[in-house]
């Protein structure tokens, strides 16, 4: 299908005329320019964004608009100078990026004008270290072994992420900088008799490939060679003594220590630039802006370097000697045909005539989307959300007005179908009219009812019974309990010969140094240690019956919670739970609200949470998960439904300090509501607190934050359909008590980061 280009009157640079401006550039049409330019122009592209957030929104953005595969350059998320390393997935974006351009292939690269001052290795290095391994060609473990050590890959018990590699046996398995998943290579003799791709997470394999390419994990060589050579320009460098420096002494000890980048180019002779591997014929698409972040990002530099030069224990380059000057990259830009691409109208320039998608005066009101669409529709109109499940709620809203939009699968479909009203599912930010083609896009941003999505770097999925039932995340040291033996610490993996046979152990370390080795295949005996504290976990020695007592006094301890929870349960069984009937229109509003995407594990909480509210026994759930992992958007949709349904919500919290934090939380997500959210805790005072308590007796507070003091006798609700509990486990034994009696009575969720 051929594709559609709104902005063709606009013309790109050429020779006769190398530097060139589009401007009036509204919103998502910048993304739609830079789009179109890429698709117009026969060579490679690179656009240059002003920070790496913009750089990210044009990625999405111009994915959603333009049919040529892009690739993001991102800088190293670091401040200048800072002794840390960045994550290994976005080393391994830069060098997959790296070796495709070094290779002279056609691609469309977006990133922070800030990475342009980066010092690079010079291409021959990446293309010099980059290797592949096909099915039959011959193997030596040991030499593989020393390769990838040299190439910056780092040898572990079990690969988890790129850069990472493991040997067991007669099984090496290899996790290539740039791949999406590890490859296993499966010898017979010095031969490769089969690659498979495998899961990191449960280490079975997906599926067999014929070649897997290998490109260096790291942007400088760490052979001796390298090694002998950095500490060479280092003396040059640093009139200090280097034994003083940890970051000589790591390096002398064939060791890569946090923040190396910034050490780079004492790796090399001589270092390259981000233009050393572009071709000649490369188009440069600069957003506005775009130049003046160089010397924003250079006097960042200046300022670091100002503050840390002084350290004799960690001597850093000079700016001129880590990074490109912005001068130098601006002579550089000046060489290569360049696009600039402006939002605002210009006499001097082409002016697309892109401009805001919503009439002026159309007020931030309820009854927007009826104003809008009552004028919009004069013009074909496309509606965009961030996410399916936002598209189907948004869906549901319009239909509910009356209004019928088409669902289109993207931007090419839309520009081909003749519906007036569309909706797509489209990461933009902003939306923007096109008079002259009488089309609109408008975001749900634009509407309200979303607001800017922020985007995490992407983590590979995982399954949540891997966790239960592998070893991955387990470290050597950490401590493990095994079922016929008892706790004691994991030290790794180990092959050891049986009858002959190389067969893989699990060895475990107990009190006195006594040692286990446990069967791969018996990897069901063991589980993780789950106690207060691993550094602490008391150990079991083998040959006594320490272990069997445990399991009997714990046995007598689980019979009596047991009895305890079927008492419990009995109670809440012979009560006739409250059935909270959700009104999907109203909570679909709520949630786009959320200004982050869900995650799977989110999303699942949250669904099972639901179902449990609409049900009619009451909710006794649990919802465990780290700092960061969302807990508190499930309290404040669960909070929502039962606000709506009519019922008090009560967030027990075990400190004053959480409270605040959570009073904020929730005034800022129901600010669009007519819910009345309070606070109980010892910084209200005595007249702030009897206020409340008031209000909770006679059904004017809807929803209450506070410590203890909410389970004191003389706190009453006029309607409590439901307690929210966080961390659980803090809260002193008579307030437990007291949740024990509310359990049988109300609905109940306890968030906790403590499995």
Same mark, same amino acid.
């Given at each position: 299908?051929?594709?559609?280009?709104?902005?063709?009157?606009?013309?790109?640079?050429?020779?006769?005329?190398?530097?060139?401006?589009?401007?009036?550039?509204?919103?998502?049409?910048?993304?739609?320019?830079?789009?179109?330019?890429?698709?117009?122009?026969? @060579?490679?592209?690179?656009?240059?964004?002003?920070?790496?957030?913009?750089?990210?929104?044009?990625?999405?953005?111009?994915?959603?608009?333009?049919?040529?595969?892009?690739?993001?350059?991102?800088?190293?998320?670091?401040?200048?100078?800072?002794?840390?390393?960045?994550?290994?997935?976005?080393?391994?974006?830069?060098?997959?990026?790296?070796?495709?351009?070094?290779?002279?292939?056609?691609?469309?690269?977006?990133?922070? +004008?800030?990475?342009?001052?980066?010092?690079?290795?010079?291409?021959?290095?990446?293309?010099?270290?980059?290797?592949?391994?096909?099915?039959?060609?011959?193997?030596?473990?040991?030499?593989?072994?020393?390769?990838?050590?040299?190439?910056?890959?780092?040898?572990?018990?079990?690969?988890?992420?790129? @850069?990472?590699?493991?040997?067991?046996?007669?099984?090496?398995?290899?996790?290539?900088?740039?791949?999406?998943?590890?490859?296993?290579?499966?010898?017979?003799?010095?031969?490769?008799?089969?690659?498979?791709?495998?899961?990191?997470?449960? %280490?079975?394999?997906?599926? $067999?490939?014929?070649?897997?390419?290998?490109?260096? +994990?790291?942007?400088?060589?760490?052979?001796?060679?390298?090694? $002998?050579?950095?500490?060479?320009?280092?003396?040059?460098? =640093?009139?200090?003594?280097?034994?003083?420096?940890?970051?000589?002494?790591?390096?002398?000890?064939?060791?890569?220590?946090?923040?190396?980048?910034?050490?780079?180019?004492? =790796?090399?002779?001589?270092?390259?630039?981000?233009?050393?591997?572009?071709?000649?014929?490369?188009?440069?698409?600069?957003?506005?802006?775009?130049?003046?972040?160089?010397?924003?990002?250079?006097?960042?530099?200046?300022?670091?370097?100002? %503050?840390?030069?002084?350290?004799?224990?960690?001597?850093?380059?000079?700016?001129?000697?880590?990074?490109?000057?912005?001068?130098?990259?601006?002579?550089?830009?000046?060489?290569?045909?360049?696009?600039?691409?402006?939002?605002?109208?210009? +006499?001097?320039?082409?002016?697309?005539?892109?401009?805001?998608?919503?009439?002026?005066?159309?007020?931030?009101?309820?009854?927007?989307?009826?104003?809008?669409?009552?004028?919009?529709?004069?013009?074909?109109?496309?509606?965009?959300?961030?996410?399916?499940?936002?598209?189907?709620?948004?869906?549901?809203?319009?239909?509910g007005r009356g209004y019928q939009p088409h669902v289109y699968s993207g931007w090419q479909d839309f520009?081909?179908?003749?519906?007036?009203?569309?909706?797509?599912?489209?990461?933009?930010?902003? @939306?923007?009219?096109?008079?002259?083609?009488?089309?609109?896009?408008?975001?749900?941003?634009?509407?309200?009812?979303?607001?800017?999505?922020q985007r995490q770097r992407k983590r590979r999925a995982r399954d949540p019974e891997a966790i239960i039932?592998?070893?991955?995340?387990?470290?050597?040291?950490?401590?493990?309990?095994?079922?016929?033996?008892?706790?004691?610490?994991?030290?790794?993996?180990?092959?050891?010969?049986?009858?002959?046979?190389?067969?893989?152990?699990?060895?475990?370390?107990?009190?006195?140094?006594?040692?286990?080795?446990?069967?791969?295949?018996?990897?069901?005996?063991?589980?993780?240690?789950?106690?207060?504290?691993?550094?602490?976990?008391?150990?079991?020695?083998?040959?006594?019956?320490?272990?069997?007592?445990?399991?009997?006094?714990?046995?007598?301890?689980?019979?009596?919670?047991?009895?305890?929870?079927?008492?419990?349960?009995?109670?809440?069984?012979?009560?006739?739970?409250?059935?909270?009937?959700?009104?999907?229109?109203?909570?679909?509003?709520?949630?786009? %609200? =959320?200004?982050?995407?869900?995650?799977?594990? %989110?999303?699942?909480?949250?669904?099972?949470?639901?179902?449990?509210?609409?049900?009619?026994?009451?909710?006794?759930?649990?919802?465990?998960?780290?700092?960061?992992?969302?807990?508190?958007?499930?309290?404040?949709?669960? +909070?929502?439904?039962?606000?709506?349904?009519? =019922?008090?919500?009560?967030?027990?919290?075990?400190?004053?300090?959480?409270?605040?934090?959570?009073?904020?939380?929730?005034?800022?997500?129901?600010?669009?509501?007519?819910?009345?959210?309070?606070?109980?805790?010892?910084?209200?005072?005595?007249?702030?607190?009897?206020?409340?308590?008031?209000?909770?007796?006679?059904?004017?507070?809807?929803?209450?934050?506070?410590?203890?003091?909410?389970?004191?006798?003389?706190?009453?609700? $006029?309607?409590?359909?439901l307690v929210i509990v966080d961390e659980e486990h803090r809260f002193g034994v008579k307030d437990k008590?007291?949740? $024990?009696?509310?359990?049988?009575?109300?609905?109940?969720?306890?968030?906790?980061?403590?499995?």
């Amino acid at each position: 299908m051929e594709f559609d280009l709104l902005l063709r009157a606009l013309e790109l640079p050429s020779a006769a005329a190398p530097r060139r401006t589009w401007a009036e550039l509204h919103g998502g049409a910048l993304s739609l320019a830079a789009a179109e330019a890429a698709a117009r122009h026969e @060579g490679p592209v690179c656009v240059l964004a002003p920070s790496a957030a913009e750089a990210d929104r044009l990625e999405r953005e111009m994915g959603f608009f333009g049919p040529r595969a892009l690739r993001r350059f991102p800088d190293y998320e670091t401040l200048p100078y800072e002794p840390i390393s960045p994550p290994q997935d976005l080393l391994a974006d830069r060098l997959l990026a790296l070796n495709r351009l070094a290779r002279g292939e056609p691609e469309t690269l977006v990133l922070e +004008a800030g990475a342009l001052l980066e010092r690079l290795p010079p291409p021959e290095f990446i293309v010099s270290r980059s290797l592949s391994l096909a099915k039959g060609d011959r193997f030596d473990p040991t030499k593989m072994t020393k390769r990838l050590s040299e190439h910056g890959y780092l040898r572990v018990e079990q690969v988890a992420e790129p @850069g990472e590699f493991a040997v067991r046996g007669a099984v090496f398995d290899i996790f290539p900088t740039g791949s999406a998943v590890p490859v296993r290579v499966d010898l017979l003799d010095d031969e490769i008799e089969t690659l498979r791709t495998f899961d990191a997470e449960t %280490q079975r394999s997906a599926g $067999k490939t014929d070649k897997i390419e290998i490109l260096p +994990a790291r942007e400088f060589p760490f052979d001796e060679a390298a090694i $002998k050579f950095f500490r060479e320009r280092f003396r040059e460098h =640093f009139p200090v003594e280097p034994g003083r420096c940890p970051v000589y002494r790591t390096i002398s000890d064939a060791q890569l220590p946090a923040g190396i980048e910034y050490y780079l180019p004492l =790796f090399f002779a001589t270092t390259a630039s981000l233009f050393d591997y572009l071709r000649a014929d490369t188009l440069f698409v600069v957003v506005d802006g775009a130049l003046d972040a160089l010397e924003t990002s250079w006097r960042l530099i200046e300022e670091r370097h100002e %503050q840390l030069h002084g350290d004799i224990e960690r001597p850093i380059l000079k700016p001129s000697q880590a990074f490109f000057s912005p001068a130098e990259l601006r002579a550089r830009i000046g060489d290569r045909p360049a696009l600039t691409l402006a939002p605002h109208a210009s +006499a001097e320039h082409a002016n697309a005539g892109v401009t805001h998608p919503l009439a002026a005066g159309v007020a931030a009101t309820d009854d927007r989307i009826d104003r809008w669409l009552g004028v919009s529709l004069e013009e074909r109109t496309l509606l965009a959300t961030s996410s399916p499940g936002h598209r189907e709620m948004l869906l549901e809203l319009l239909r509910g007005r009356g209004y019928q939009p088409h669902v289109y699968s993207g931007w090419q479909d839309f520009l081909t179908g003749t519906a007036p009203l569309g909706i797509t599912v489209a990461e933009i930010h902003d @939306g923007f009219r096109l008079a002259e083609r009488r089309l609109r896009v408008i975001t749900a941003t634009d509407l309200g009812m979303e607001r800017p999505r922020q985007r995490q770097r992407k983590r590979r999925a995982r399954d949540p019974e891997a966790i239960i039932r592998e070893l991955t995340d387990l470290q050597v040291g950490a401590p493990v309990v095994h079922e016929d033996y008892g706790v004691g610490r994991y030290r790794g993996l180990t092959t050891l010969d049986v009858e002959g046979m190389p067969t893989e152990f699990l060895l475990l370390e107990y009190a006195g140094g006594d040692k286990l080795y446990v069967p791969v295949l018996s990897l069901h005996l063991v589980t993780r240690y789950s106690g207060a504290s691993p550094e602490e976990a008391p150990l079991h020695r083998l040959g006594t019956d320490q272990w069997d007592k445990a399991k009997r006094k714990a046995a007598q301890q689980a019979r009596d919670t047991a009895a305890e929870l079927l008492n419990l349960y009995a109670q809440r069984a012979a009560r006739q739970g409250t059935e909270l009937k959700l009104d999907a229109a109203a909570y679909q509003r709520f949630v786009l %609200q =959320f200004p982050f995407e869900e995650t799977e594990d %989110q999303q699942t909480a949250i669904d099972r949470v639901l179902e449990d509210l609409e049900s009619t026994r009451p909710m006794d759930r649990v919802v465990c998960g780290d700092v960061g992992f969302g807990k508190t958007e499930v309290a404040l949709r669960s +909070a929502f439904v039962a606000v709506q349904a009519g =019922f008090q919500v009560a967030v027990l919290v075990p400190t004053t300090l959480l409270a605040e934090q959570h009073h904020r939380t929730f005034l800022d997500r129901f600010a669009d509501w007519p819910v009345h959210v309070e606070l109980l805790s010892r910084f209200r005072g005595a007249s702030g607190s009897a206020a409340t308590i008031e209000g909770l007796a006679a059904g004017t507070v809807d929803i209450v934050i506070g410590t203890h003091k909410l389970l004191q006798s003389n706190v009453r609700f $006029k309607r409590l359909g439901l307690v929210i509990v966080d961390e659980e486990h803090r809260f002193g034994v008579k307030d437990k008590e007291r949740l $024990k009696r509310l359990r049988a009575e109300v609905d109940m969720l306890t968030l906790t980061a403590t499995p």
